[in-house]
């Protein structure tokens, strides 16, 4: 039987169409399986990274947004400042220390809500949420700690310095220049499990002195179980990236409460009206 060279030469075109063929899927099998496996490494590290960021943003350390000028010139508005939150915990808050605290009732005056629309408000409160943006929720306050449980606090000396436990302090390390100790006397022992707590701007801090009417500490000094950490480092901007200190020198004299130093000299009696 003759063998016809168009047919043959049809069918090794035909074979050669079908070994591309087969080439090109098999190309695009492969490219398809390496770009799932790619993307799947990918959402496999973002969700590891974001598992991360919330463990320590909820046992280690968490961003907070500085809305006020109630701690100037220690930290200015704008800052972002990191806090450590083994302290309350494996570390004991110290006189100094600054700490984020959560209100305890009323401190804060309503804020208007700013909505950026709900897709980047909701974008944004899960930033938050995991840790990845500073908080500014407009429900936590930092200030510095003056007054640690059992502690007798006062103002003011005739110096003007405050008085705790009996020794009075020189604040000038961290106060903002040419601001006084108080201009509002008071005459406290802080309550058990409590911390009496003042910003560094204290002609601008609505702080410890104005929520405790009755002027004896109990409504103005704050639950530690409200504190949510000790602020250690401002992470901006930049140009003020710097470790917060405790200034442990200003209190390197003070008696613990309940000393027999803790009565102290007697400070100026605070005013009545």
Same mark, same amino acid.
């Given at each position: 039987?003759?063998?016809?060279?168009?047919?043959?030469h049809?069918?090794a075109e035909?074979a050669?169409?079908?070994?591309?063929?087969?080439?090109?899927?098999?190309?695009e099998?492969?490219?398809?399986?390496?770009?799932?496996?790619?993307?799947?490494e990918?959402?496999?590290?973002?969700?590891?990274?974001?598992?991360l960021?919330?463990?320590?943003?909820?046992?280690?350390?968490?961003?907070?947004?500085?809305?006020?000028?109630?701690?100037?010139?220690?930290l200015?508005?704008?800052?972002?400042?990191?806090?450590?939150k083994?302290?309350?915990?494996?570390?004991?808050?110290?006189?100094?220390?600054?700490?984020?605290?959560?209100?305890?009732?009323?401190?804060?005056?309503?804020?208007?809500?700013?909505?950026?629309?709900? +897709?980047?408000?909701? !974008?944004? /409160? &899960?930033?938050?949420?995991?840790? $990845?943006? %500073?908080d500014?929720? *407009?429900g @936590?306050?930092?200030?510095?700690?003056?007054?640690?449980?059992?502690?007798?606090?006062?103002?003011?000396?005739?110096?003007?310095?405050?008085?705790?436990?009996?020794?009075?302090?020189?604040?000038?390390?961290?106060?903002?220049?040419?601001?006084?100790a108080?201009?509002?006397?008071?005459?406290?022992?802080?309550?058990?499990?409590?911390?009496?707590?003042?910003?560094?701007?204290?002609?601008?801090?609505?702080?410890?002195?104005?929520?405790?009417?009755?002027?004896?500490?109990?409504?103005?000094s704050?639950?530690?179980?409200?504190?949510?950490?000790?602020?250690?480092?401002?992470?901006?901007?930049?140009?003020?990236?710097?470790?917060?200190?405790?200034?442990?020198? +200003?209190?390197?004299e !003070?008696? /613990? &409460?309940?000393?027999?130093?803790? $009565?102290? %000299?007697?400070?100026? *009696?605070? @005013?009545?009206s």
């Amino acid at each position: 039987m003759a063998h016809d060279p168009d047919s043959a030469h049809a069918e090794a075109e035909d074979a050669e169409r079908e070994r591309a063929r087969d080439e090109r899927t098999t190309n695009e099998r492969g490219f398809g399986a390496r770009l799932g496996a790619v993307v799947k490494e990918i959402v496999v590290v973002l969700a590891m990274a974001l598992t991360l960021s919330f463990i320590v943003k909820t046992f280690l350390v968490q961003a907070f947004f500085i809305p006020s000028e109630s701690m100037q010139d220690t930290l200015l508005v704008g800052d972002r400042v990191v806090v450590s939150k083994l302290t309350p915990g494996p570390f004991d808050i110290k006189r100094g220390d600054i700490v984020v605290f959560e209100d305890p009732g009323d401190w804060l005056s309503p804020t208007p809500e700013t909505s950026r629309g709900p +897709v980047l408000d909701g !974008v944004r /409160d &899960a930033l938050m949420f995991v840790g $990845l943006l %500073p908080d500014t929720s *407009e429900g @936590h306050l930092i200030k510095r700690v003056i007054g640690l449980p059992g502690d007798h606090v006062q103002c003011c000396d005739a110096e003007g310095r405050l008085l705790i436990n009996g020794e009075p302090v020189d604040e000038s390390p961290y106060l903002k220049p040419g601001v006084e100790a108080s201009e509002q006397e008071f005459n406290i022992t802080v309550p058990s499990g409590s911390l009496w707590v003042m910003g560094d701007n204290r002609s601008d801090s609505s702080d410890s002195r104005f929520h405790d009417p009755g002027g004896t500490g109990d409504k103005g000094s704050v639950p530690i179980d409200l504190v949510v950490g000790r602020a250690v480092v401002t992470v901006w901007p930049f140009d003020r990236m710097t470790t917060l200190s405790d200034h442990s020198e +200003v209190f390197s004299e !003070v008696p /613990d &409460a309940g000393s027999n130093r803790s $009565l102290g %000299p007697p400070a100026r *009696e605070p @005013h009545t009206s």
